[in-house]
């Protein structure tokens, strides 16, 4: 069982930048890999960036690539995002999950443990 919380939403402007953090509870944080999806009203829930187990390989979605970086800390039991260069379509609600699968996988149904989210706010 793991138990993800996430943190660092807020309102910015365009242009800005916000980190988000997301704290596993248990020991084996290593053993998973990290995504973030995020998800706006009226909307699916859609993959932004996935890290593996050791952070060594990451991938993004087209609409964040060169914008948002991923990154984990095995030690601290957290993962990140942040986001650079925010537009307004950026803003969502903002989950990480975890999967125990090691492999690339973007499907938000493949992931075991999401947190509660956290809202990002883009104003114009």
């Known amino acids: 069982q793991v138990q993800l919380v996430e943190s660092g939403g807020g309102l910015v402007k365009a242009g800005g930048s916000l980190r988000l953090s997301c704290a596993a509870s248990g020991r084996t944080f290593s053993s998973y890999a990290m995504g973030w999806f995020r998800q706006a009203p009226g909307k699916e829930r859609e993959f932004v960036a996935r890290?593996?187990?050791?952070?060594?390989?990451?991938s993004y979605s087209e609409s964040v690539k060169g914008r948002f970086t991923i990154s984990r800390d095995n030690a601290k039991n957290t993962v990140y995002l942040q986001l650079n260069t925010l537009k307004p379509e950026d803003t969502a609600v903002y989950y990480c999950?975890?999967?125990?699968?090691?492999?690339?996988?973007?499907?938000?149904?493949?992931?075991?443990?999401w947190g509660q989210g956290t809202q990002v706010t883009v104003s114009s």
């Open positions: 890290t593996s187990r050791s952070g060594g390989s990451t």
């Open positions: 999950a975890a999967d125990r699968f090691p492999g690339l996988r973007f499907g938000a149904h493949e992931y075991d443990y």
